[in-house]
């Protein structure tokens, strides 16, 4: 079946600081990938997405490349802020199936600290 | 605002009960998702509606009931329920077959608490 791993957190990180949250994925198909992301209190939104093989998907400062070779989907920030706290899930989805549900990974919360 | 709308935000029932969780697309979305967040399970797909039709069944137990109807709103039922039931419950829309990037639409969620 299709699942996704993302590693656990919560991470702790001082303003300004570099950002990885890894994602590694498997699936029957060829996936298009996703990082959605959950402010407290609120329900989930996009935050960037990848459609094929060495797409780079981008959004707000945070990046996240397709690597098929390694199954990964990471999401990098160069410079967190504290607004940036929040829960970051990763999702894929096969597009070319009937079924157009996201499998999520298990979220990773973010906690920046001034 | 996403535009999916859920009610109610929360919800406090006793074991053994029922209760109706209810959700509005967006306008102009045919499709209606329904996820479970829960501490230990993270977030797991329930069940998916198109147009009226259910499309795709997740973890969704038995006890556990969905429909869409033809204005397109959705509900989910949850009978029976037991504490490990409490959890955050999210609707989510999609756009028609033809405009679907694979991004969803998530409402604020429902917080349903068992006691």
């Known amino acids: 079946g299709n699942s996704v791993t993302q590693m656990e957190g919560p991470v702790t990180l001082s303003e300004e600081a570099f950002l990885t949250i890894n994602c590694t994925y498997t699936a029957t198909g060829y996936p298009s990938l996703f990082w959605y992301v959950q402010y407290p209190g609120e329900g989930l939104q996009l935050l960037l997405k990848?459609?094929?093989?060495?797409d780079k998907g981008s959004n707000k400062g945070f990046e996240a490349t397709y690597r098929k070779e390694t199954t990964s989907f990471h999401l990098e920030k160069g410079s967190v802020q504290v607004s940036d706290s929040a829960v970051y899930f990763c999702a894929l989805i096969l597009m070319d199936t009937g079924r157009r549900a996201l499998t999520f990974g298990s979220g990773t919360r973010l906690q920046v600290q001034p | 605002d996403s535009g999916v709308t859920q009610t109610p935000k929360h919800l406090i029932t006793a074991t053994g009960q029922r209760v109706t969780l209810r959700c509005s697309p967006r306008s102009g979305d045919l499709s209606v998702y329904w996820y479970q967040q829960s501490l230990d399970q993270g977030l797991q797909f329930l069940i998916q509606y198109y147009n009226g039709e259910e499309r795709a069944k997740g973890n969704i137990l038995e006890r556990f009931s969905a429909q869409q109807f033809p204005d397109l709103h959705s509900e989910l039922n949850l009978s029976s329920l037991e504490l490990g039931d409490s959890a955050l419950y999210f609707c989510?829309?999609?756009?028609?077959?033809?405009?679907?990037?694979?991004?969803?639409?998530f409402g604020e969620g429902s917080r349903l608490t068992v006691l």
């Open positions: 989510a829309s999609s756009p028609r077959r033809a405009g679907f990037t694979g991004e969803l639409f």
């Open positions: 990848a459609t094929k093989a060495d």
